[in-house]
């Protein structure tokens, strides 16, 4: 995301079953750290071990790194990663930054936010007030990632 005081990237862990978005982070840079912390939050919201769980990416260098592995592996993770240059094997991801950036980068002024910190609380209201809870997928039939879950939890549960 580009501000004026430079670039903020961020991480996304999203729940390929339900389209949630249920880890992130974001720095200044894109260090294995940025990755790490995205997948700690993902883990937790997940209530601390998701053995079996595949984590794909791309084949960047922060998602390539051995500090990634091992955190994959202490919560019973399993990495996977995509093909060189293929745009396609990772939609998922490039679909939902696609629609940050649409529904959110691009609404501010001059194209970028004043601050970091003012992109970081952007971003943070986005996920937690609108894209999880409210924004409709047409893969879910139309519903939000957070009713999807909850739905679903409910027809297991009983």
């Not at 894209?131 to 009713?147: E, K, W």
Request: proline content about 3%; some cysteine.
């Amino acid at each position: 995301m580009p501000t004026v005081q430079g670039w903020l990237y961020l991480a996304c862990v999203t729940d390929v079953f339900s389209r949630m978005i249920i880890g992130w982070s974001m720095a200044s840079h894109r260090k294995t750290d940025l990755v790490v912390d995205a997948v700690t939050m993902a883990v937790h919201r997940r209530g601390g071990r998701v053995p079996g769980v595949i984590h794909h990416s791309d084949r960047g260098g922060e998602y390539s790194s051995h500090a990634l592995e091992r955190e994959l592996r202490r919560h019973g993770a399993l990495a996977s990663m995509g093909s060189v240059a293929d745009c396609f094997d990772n939609a998922l991801a490039e679909s939902v930054f696609a629609t940050l950036e649409c529904e959110l980068f691009d609404q501010q002024p001059g194209g970028r936010f004043a601050t970091r910190r003012e992109a970081k609380l952007a971003v943070f209201d986005y996920l937690e007030t609108f894209y999880n809870p409210r924004r409709r997928h047409s893969a879910l039939g139309q519903i939000a990632p957070a009713t999807f879950e909850a739905r679903h939890t409910l027809t297991t549960a009983a």
